[in-house]
Every structure is written in structure tokens, then in C-alpha cells.
């Protein structure tokens, strides 16, 4: 089954303390979308302007990516740059040009609103809400968000959860919204303010998952060398919502769930290998079902002998 996909397309200037990068493909659109695409067929909505390498629409119809719902205007694509401090865990943003983002307004073509699985990856809420309402029986909607829109507008994001069944946002973003400290409050209470299951990610300390009754924690694949942490989240709810999609439940269990984290997770780990999307352009099935045996071995507490 194939999963719709909604967010922003980019093109990045990325800093770390040993590499710059610019004019990189990214936004978490892009992200999700490929991230899902190794899993299920995608329908992509955002916006390019006509500055947007031509290229990407190839590689799009290459991995099973449908752009018929991504709009092509006048002007300059939205650009964003950042820079990460030693750690590659805080991340300053440097700038951002919403350009032809600016007027977004993800109208999707018909051939879309049956989608049964959904993505919004993070836009502005209203956006999210906007996609929504154009569909006509979506069965399982995943939505990303941001710290920007818990601060800038809450009130859209809370008319917004109710209609989600899956939340998935950060350790900080998740502390922010609930004014809680402890992640397993914060966990709970978000639940309660609409999604039935909510994922907390802890970056490098993996993630946590909160359902009706049952709860989840997984760590992260451990990485010696972490080139580009951006869109890792993106890539993460790409993967969880494209596994989920594959299984075509439109009720998916906890321990569907559970694999789509780590399927998450096994993603977002590779996609920080390289900066961009550059991992996941060469990302083989076969390299992903390697690391969901070394989660599963890592997961193992008593070793048979
Ligand atoms: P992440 O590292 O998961 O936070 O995602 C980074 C991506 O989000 C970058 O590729 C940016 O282009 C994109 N991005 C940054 N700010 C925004 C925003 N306000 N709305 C949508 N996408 C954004």
C-alpha cells in the first residue's frame, strides 16, 4: 500500500565543525519520502521552485516516488542552513528562505485524497490539517512536528493531534510541549491530548514508544562515524510510516509498531552516515535487514550458548 507523504523540499547549506556543504537536497519531504520509499510506493506533495536540480525527478521515479503532487512555481526553492556544534547533537539554524515555501498550499491531485496511510512530515500544523481534510479515508496518519510550531502555533498543532494516530517528535520538543521533565510523563500526556501512539526520539540514545497499554524502548544503532545528522528524524518517521504502509493494517498492532521503530531507527542510522540524502541513494534491502539482525542480536539479553 503506499503512504502519502507531505512536508518541505530544500535545498541546504550544512556545517559541521569538519565540513560545509552547499545547495544540498533536503527538507523533511525529501527525508520521509525516501526514507518510506524502501518500504512502500510514496506520493510526494511540497513545492520546488525552478531553481530545483531536474535530476531529482528522475531519481524520484527511480525509488517509486510519485511527485504528481509536487508543485513546480516561479522563484527560489526554500533554502535553510545550519550548523552543528562538536557534538553533532545541538544544531544552530543559520538562516532560512521560505521563498516559494512561503505560499504553500498542499492541494493534492485526486489521484491522491484515497490514500489510506499518510506522512505529514514537519510543516506548519495548519498545513498538516489542510492535507487532511482533502482525503476521504485515511486509516493511519503519522505527523512529525517541530519545536517552531509548539512555540509559534500551538493552538494549531492541539486542534491537529486528535486526528493523529502516531506522534512522533524529539526528547527536547516532547519536554517543551508538556513542560515536563521526565520523558515518560511527557510520553503519557501527550497521549492524552489525542495521539494513540506517540514516539519520543532520544537521538543517539534511540527511542521511546508509548501506546494505549503497552510501552517500547529501543536504542539507537550504535555508529562510529556521523557525518550529517540532518533529516535523521525525517528519515526515521519515513521509514516508520513506509514499514507500516508495506503491512497494510489499517490497524496496525503494538508490535507492528514496534518494528516500524526499529525500522526507523535501522534508517535514520544510515542517512547520518553522509550528508543529504547521499547514503540513502545507494542504501540496499539487504544492508537494512543486516542491521535489524544486529538490532534483534543487541536486543537479546540471555544468550543462548
Ligand atoms: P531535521 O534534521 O530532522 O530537523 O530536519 C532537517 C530538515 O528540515 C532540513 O533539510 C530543512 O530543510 C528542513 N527544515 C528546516 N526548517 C524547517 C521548517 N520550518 N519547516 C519545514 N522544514 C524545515
Redesign the pocket.
Known amino acids: 500500500m503506499s503512504v502519502l507523504v507531505v ?2 523540499i ?3 547549506t550544512v556545517k559541521t565543525p569538519v565540513e560545509e556543504h552547499a545547495d ?1 537536497l ?3 519531504a ?2 520521509a519520502a525516501l526514507g518510506a520509499s524502501f518500504f512502500s510506493p510514496v506520493k510526494l506533495v511540497g513545492v520546488v521552485g525552478d531553481d530545483f536540480p531536474a535530476g531529482e525527478f528522475e531519481f524520484w521515479n527511480s525509488h517509486q516516488i510519485d511527485h504528481a503532487g509536487v508543485q513546480r512555481v516561479a522563484g527560489k526553492t ?3 542552513s ?1 550548523e552543528y556544534a562538536w557534538d553533532l547533537n545541538t ?1 544552530v ?1 543559520r538562516s ?1 528562505a521560505l521563498n516559494v ?1 512561503e505560499h504553500f498550499r498542499p492541494d493534492l491531485p485526486p489521484s491522491y485524497r484515497e490514500s489510506e496511510f499518510v506522512l505529514l ?4 500544523p495548519a498545513l498538516q490539517a489542510h492535507v487532511l481534510d482533502q482525503m476521504s479515508r485515511p486509516k493511519f496518519i503519522v505527523a ?1 512536528t ?1 519545536d ?1 510550531w509548539i512555540e509559534t502555533a500551538r493552538a494549531d498543532l492541539d486542534a491537529l493531534l486528535p486526528r493523529v494516530h502516531l506522534l512522533i517528535l524529539n526528547d527536547s520538543e516532547a519536554r517543551e510541549m508538556t513542560k515536563e521533565t521526565s520523558l515518560i510523563k511527557a510520553g503519557k500526556k501527550i497521549r492524552k491530548s489525542g495521539p494513540e501512539y506517540v514516539a519520543i526520539k532520544k537521538g543517539e540514545h534511540g527511542a521511546l514508544l508509548f501506546g494505549p497499554d503497552e510501552f517500547f524502548s529501543c536504542g539507537a544503532y550504535p555508529l562510529e562515524d556521523i557525518h550529517d ?7 526515521f518517521a519515513g521509514g516508520v510510516a513506509g514499514y507500516l504502509a508495506a503491512r497494510g493494517a489499517a490497524r496496525p498492532t503494538f508490535a507492528d509498531l514496534r518494528k516500524a521503530i526499529i525500522y526507523g531507527s535501522i534508517l535514520a542510522s544510515f542517512n547520518v552516515e553522509a550528508f543529504s540524502l547521499e547514503r540513502l541513494r545507494t542504501l540496499t534491502l539487504d544492508e537494512i535487514s543486516d542491521r535489524y539482525e544486529m538490532f534483534k542480536l543487541m536486543s537479546q539479553i540471555e544468550v543462548l550458548s
Not at 512530515?121 to 506548519?124: D, K, S, V
Open positions: 512536508g518541505s530544500a535545498l541546504d544540498l533536503g527538507g523533511s525529501s527525508y526554500f533554502r535553510w545550519g544544531r539554524t532560512v515555501f512530515a514537519n510543516i506548519a512529525d517541530m517552531l545528522p540532518t533529516g535523521a528524524g525525517d528519515t
